[in-house]
Nanobody, 119 residues
Framework: QVQLVESGGGLVQAGGSMRLSCAFS????????MAWFRQAPGKEREFVAS????????NYSASLKGRFTISRDNAKNTVSLQMGSLENEDTSVYYC????????????WGQGTQVTVSS
């Protein structure tokens, strides 16, 4: 089964940057599309960004206004999220998710990593 382990969260000042990483194991990485979601306290989980198996098709939540960049390294089985110009509203638990090609939903999730933006 797929295992996903996020890393890189923590405390950052507003306006700063942070990079999250997700290590994938258990299956063949290039068979999976990857995504980042986040969930703030008291709110529903929301989509942040996704990247297809090849790295060529990328989608972002419009609310991010171009501040985040998703990427993947198929040689290292990792997916990353580079976050810039962080705002208090970006404070959330960030989750890495995997969707096997041909599936409609993300069936594998990491445990999440906390990102806290302070003003």
């Amino acid at each position: 089964q797929v295992q996903l382990v996020e890393s890189g969260g923590g405390l950052v000042q507003a306006g700063g940057s942070m990079r999250l990483s997700c290590a994938f194991s258990g299956r063949t990485f290039i068979r999976y599309h990857m995504a980042w979601f986040r969930q703030a306290p008291g709110k529903e989980r929301e989509f942040v960004a996704s990247i297809d198996w090849s790295g060529r098709r990328i989608n972002y939540s419009a609310s991010l206004k171009g501040r985040f960049t998703i990427s993947r390294d198929n040689a290292k089985n990792t997916v990353s999220l580079q976050m810039g110009s962080l705002e208090n509203e970006d404070t959330s638990v960030y989750y890495c998710a995997a969707r096997e090609t041909g599936d409609q939903t993300y069936g594998s999730w990491g445990q999440g990593t906390q990102v806290t933006v302070s003003s």
